[in-house]
């Protein structure tokens, strides 16, 4: 009979520790964003052609030029990516050199784009079929990679850059080298 | 008519409209085209349901008619007709976003409890089982 009894013992135990498992997880908050796995990789190789008339294409040897960068994934047609333009212009006064890779867009609508928001960036390729965004692991727009001077991805911001992250990027740019 | 016309704009106005803005290029190539060879098709179909799409979290890229989806399974149709294996593919998407971005089960140092509980389970109760038979008996 004793027996028994610890058996049940046992069963509720375990019932007990796995509804204890659930309650703890599902009061966790949802990570919704997907982490580039490709932080600490090098950049993978690319050359795209100019998104702007007003500035040069971007390929991975522009990245390993011996300076560290911030690559800017964005598009005209991302409403956030219009709402980070002051942060960008901020970092590009602090110092920061920007360069952009523009997804899925025409060169008038980045044109129009960067006349009314700034253009902050000093190379700006054409990425028609987010070929580029893929390869760095990126999964949306606007997104913030660090580069290092030797084309190594150093750190990823996710989604826009509100004017708190400002410093936070300026210091993962200075840990790369700058 | 008047009356008519002002119900139409505004039933119009209610009429929601997307929050978040779409590109208007068009699809990757093959993002909606199929491949020509059959096989080609039915192996690059195949994985394509077995990737993640990473803007719409909870479909397959075949599933999806997000921009991304389409620029994915042009990424997926692209490489099978290079010759790619379907699994080098997979690799190279999860070498990028984790293991977060294939559905298809993998046996990890965080995943082996759930194929090792069923395993354990089931001994568990054979065991149970061969003891209450042999008492009965």
């Given at each position: 009979?004793?027996?028994?009894?610890?058996?049940?013992?046992?069963?509720?135990?375990?019932?007990?520790?796995?509804?204890?498992?659930?309650?703890?997880?599902?009061?966790?908050?949802?990570?919704?964003?997907?982490?580039?796995?490709?932080?600490?990789?090098?950049?993978?190789?690319?050359?795209?052609?100019?998104?702007?008339?007003?500035?040069?294409?971007?390929?991975?040897?522009?990245?390993?030029?011996?300076?560290?960068?911030?690559?800017?994934?964005?598009?005209?047609?991302?409403?956030?990516?219009?709402?980070?333009?002051?942060?960008?212009?901020?970092?590009?006064?602090?110092?920061?050199?920007?360069?952009?890779?523009?997804?899925?867009?025409?060169?008038?609508?980045?044109?129009?784009?960067?006349?009314?928001?700034?253009?902050?960036?000093?190379?700006?390729?054409?990425?028609?079929?987010?070929?580029?965004?893929?390869?760095?692991?990126?999964?949306?727009?606007?997104?913030?990679?660090v580069i290092d001077g030797q084309g190594r991805i150093t750190h990823q911001h996710i989604g826009d850059i509100r004017p708190e992250h400002v410093a936070d990027l300026l210091r993962e740019l200075e840990e790369a080298?700058? | 008519?008047?009356?008519?016309?002002?119900?139409?704009?505004?039933?119009?106005?209610?009429?929601?409209?997307?929050?978040?803005?779409?590109?208007?290029?068009?699809?990757?190539?093959?993002?909606?085209?199929?491949?020509?060879?059959?096989?080609?098709?039915?192996?690059?179909?195949?994985?394509?349901?077995?990737?993640?799409?990473?803007?719409?979290?909870?479909?397959?890229?075949?599933?999806?008619?997000?921009?991304?989806?389409?620029?994915?399974?042009?990424?997926?149709?692209?490489?099978?007709?290079?010759?790619?294996?379907?699994?080098?593919?997979?690799?190279?998407?999860?070498?990028?976003?984790?293991?977060?971005?294939?559905?298809?089960?993998?046996?990890?140092?965080?995943?082996?409890?759930?194929?090792?509980?069923?395993?354990?389970?089931?001994?568990?109760?054979?065991?149970?089982?061969?003891?209450?038979?042999?008492?009965?008996?």
């Amino acid at each position: 009979m004793m027996q028994v009894r610890w058996g049940l013992w046992i069963i509720i135990g375990i019932a007990a520790g796995l509804f204890g498992l659930f309650a703890y997880q599902l009061s966790q908050p949802k990570v919704e964003f997907v982490q580039s796995a490709m932080v600490g990789q090098m950049m993978p190789a690319f050359d795209l052609p100019p998104a702007s008339g007003s500035r040069p294409g971007l390929s991975s040897a522009d990245l390993a030029d011996g300076t560290p960068k911030l690559l800017n994934v964005f598009a005209s047609w991302c409403i956030p990516c219009a709402s980070e333009a002051p942060q960008l212009e901020a970092l590009e006064r602090a110092g920061a050199r920007i360069v952009a890779v523009a997804i899925r867009d025409r060169p008038e609508d980045v044109d129009r784009f960067l006349s009314i928001y700034g253009n902050p960036f000093t190379r700006i390729g054409r990425d028609d079929i987010s070929e580029v965004q893929l390869s760095i692991g990126s999964s949306g727009v606007p997104e913030t990679f660090v580069i290092d001077g030797q084309g190594r991805i150093t750190h990823q911001h996710i989604g826009d850059i509100r004017p708190e992250h400002v410093a936070d990027l300026l210091r993962e740019l200075e840990e790369a080298g700058a | 008519m008047k009356q008519l016309v002002a119900l139409i704009a505004a039933l119009g106005l209610l009429v929601p409209l997307p929050v978040t803005a779409q590109d208007t290029m068009p699809p990757a190539p093959y993002a909606y085209q199929q491949l020509e060879n059959p096989e080609q098709e039915a192996a690059a179909r195949e994985l394509m349901h077995t990737l993640r799409c990473l803007k719409c979290q909870s479909q397959s890229i075949a599933d999806s008619d997000a921009p991304m989806a389409g620029d994915m399974r042009h990424q997926v149709r692209t490489r099978i007709l290079a010759g790619e294996e379907p699994e080098h593919i997979r690799a190279w998407l999860v070498e990028r976003y984790g293991d977060y971005v294939s559905y298809a089960p993998t046996v990890s140092s965080t995943t082996w409890p759930l194929f090792a509980i069923p395993v354990l389970l089931l001994a568990i109760c054979g065991f149970v089982f061969a003891s209450r038979m042999r008492r009965r008996s």
